[in-house]
């Protein structure tokens, strides 16, 4: 079984920063990529970043510029710093880690979501 807890996530002003944080623990032989996505009320989950465990990013257009992802392996946890926050940024953000088993299968797992809002 694979806890994940979110963090940082609250209410800033447009322009404002955030930084999330999410962090793995539990019985796993290791974790390969990690993953930022968010959901907008009326929308659909979307990436907005992710890492693998060597250090490639992979960014949303969207966030391009504004948002980096970066993660610890010793840790087992991957953050979001978010920069230059924009109202449509608004959303529940969600981590995902693709774990790999002690027996080297792989699963996903889900964070339980932080609410980040844009609030002038």
């Known amino acids: 079984q694979v806890q994940l807890v979110e963090s940082g996530g609250g209410l800033v002003q447009p322009g404002g920063s955030l930084r999330l944080s999410c962090a793995a623990s539990g019985s796993f032989s290791s974790i390969n990529d990690m993953g930022w996505y968010r959901q907008a009320p009326g929308k659909e989950r979307e990436l907005v970043a992710a890492i693998t465990r060597g250090g490639n990013t992979n960014y949303a257009d969207s966030v391009k510029g504004r948002f980096t992802i970066s993660r610890d392996n010793t840790k087992n946890t991957v953050y979001l710093q978010m920069n230059s926050l924009k109202p449509e940024d608004t959303a529940v953000y969600y981590c995902?880690?693709?774990?790999?088993?002690?027996?080297?299968?792989?699963?996903?797992?889900w964070g339980q979501g932080t609410q980040v809002t844009l609030s002038s």
């Open positions: 995902n880690v693709r774990v790999v088993s002690r027996t080297y299968y792989e699963y996903d797992y």
